[in-house]
């Protein structure tokens, strides 16, 4: 599946416009981007799913809570799962979606993310991604420990199936392990990634946000006050990628385009970092990206 980018941009760019930020920021959302952000999340939200990433490669992904049902119709299937990977519980899949000519990897979340608002200790490493580039310890960590057989899978599949887009996705701290997996993985040869983060903390310094800013298809969604995007906060060194898409619904609501603000910059207050400090009681909003991202979560998932 593709996303059109707007021209607007690009153009103007090549023109030699200087693009005033209000109008970048004003970008309104076109009915198939919605869509495609709406299918997305669910593979983002099948990673919840513990049927999908406990032992289950080769069989089609499916989510008990309902809410994958175009992932389910893709016919999707899980050629390798990953999880308690020792104290980083990472967890997750390689899809493989033929209807749609796609192999995604997913990063399922952890409620262990609640304790993030007490814990102030974000140590940063150096990913050797580029000069000056730091990225979160935990989120690096996460990655480093899958990447060989999850990036010997990715290559295995794209032989057998070329032409199909690597998509990485996560929801929580499975979009803070994507966003890094998708800035290595276009390092290393898959410079296309296209990369779905909801509701994703802050995973770098200023200098490594800029270089997945630059490497591009970054998809990276916000909530409203959801407290989990505002963290590790921007006093630590922390910044994001842009663009944000900032969702300003209520909880549960159906999101329509009028709903979803494009804005730019890796610190930028018009959007959820804007909505004040990371509250426990605005956890609400962290559920729901378009629908309840974590229905299927386990019982198992440290709350
Ligand atoms: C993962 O760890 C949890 C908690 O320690 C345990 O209940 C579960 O069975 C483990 N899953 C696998 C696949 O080992
Ligand atoms: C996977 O393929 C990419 C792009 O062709 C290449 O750069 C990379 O080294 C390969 N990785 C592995 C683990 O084989
Ligand atoms: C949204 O749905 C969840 C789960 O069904 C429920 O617990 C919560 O109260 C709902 N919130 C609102 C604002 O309706």
Known sequence: MHITIPILFSA??????????????????????LSQFKFWVQYAAAAYCENNYVDQAGSLLTCWAKNCPQVESSGATIVYD??????????????????????????????????????????????????????????????????????????ETLSIYPGYELVVVGHSLGAAVATLAAADLRSRG??????????????????????ITTQGNNYRFTHTNDPVPKLPLLGMGYVHVSPEYYITSPNNATVSTEDIKVLEGEVNFEGNTGTGIPLLDDFPAHHWYFEETDGCKGPGLPF
Not at 26 to 31: D, G, L, N, Y
Not at 84 to 104: C, E, H, Y
């Open 82 to 155: 990953f999880s308690n990977t020792t104290a980083t519980d990472t967890s997750g899949f390689v899809a493989l979606d033929k209807a749609n000519r796609a192999i995604i990897l997913s990063f399922r979340g952890s409620y262990s993310v609640r304790n993030w608002i007490s814990d102030i200790d974000f140590p940063f490493v150096d990913p050797d991604l580029c000069d000056g580039c730091l990225a979160e310890f935990g989120f690096w960590s996460s990655w480093e420990l899958v990447r060989d057989p999850v990036s010997a899978v990715i290559n």
């Open 12 to 33: 103007a760019t090549a023109l030699g416009y200087a693009i005033p930020t209000n109008s970048l920021q004003a970008r309104e959302i076109a009915t198939n981007e």
């Open 190 to 211: 898959h410079i296309s990634t296209a990369l779905y983060a909801f509701a994703a903390p802050r995973v770098a310094n200023p200098a490594l946000a800029k270089h």
